[in-house]
Nanobody
């Protein structure tokens, strides 16, 4: 069983930065891709970023490209999301997911993820 735990969320002012971390435990199949999604109140969970098993391939939603950076450290079983130049519209609960898919554009869909964390709240105040 795979267990994911997000951390690092909080309250930040517009233009500020936060780093989210996803810690992975349990048995996993390598190689596997991982991703970050977010969900604002009353909205569907939306794709933020994804990366393949070694971080060499990454994909970002247009709304965060150039501001967010996804990375992973397989030795530490962690994945991170560095968020800069935060905007009020970035406010949401952020979730990390683990997929059995190695890589592909399908990782923009929640259906490609077999495991999810419980989420961490990010609030950007203006």
């Amino acid at each position: 069983q795979v267990h994911l735990v997000e951390s690092g969320g909080g309250l930040v002012q517009v233009g500020g930065s936060l780093t989210l971390t996803c810690t992975i435990s349990g048995r996993t199949d390598v190689p596997y891709a991982m991703g970050w999604f977010r969900q604002a109140p009353g909205q569907e969970r939306e794709f933020v970023a994804a990366l393949n098993w070694n971080g060499a391939a990454t994909d970002y939603a247009y709304s965060v490209k150039g501001r967010f950076t996804i990375s992973r450290d397989n030795a530490k079983n962690t994945m991170s999301l560095q968020m800069n130049s935060l905007k009020p519209e970035d406010t949401a609960v952020y979730f990390c997911g683990l997929s059995h898919t190695a890589w592909g554009s399908s990782l923009r869909s929640t259906y490609e993820y077999a495991y999810w964390g419980q989420g961490t709240q990010v609030t950007v105040s203006s």
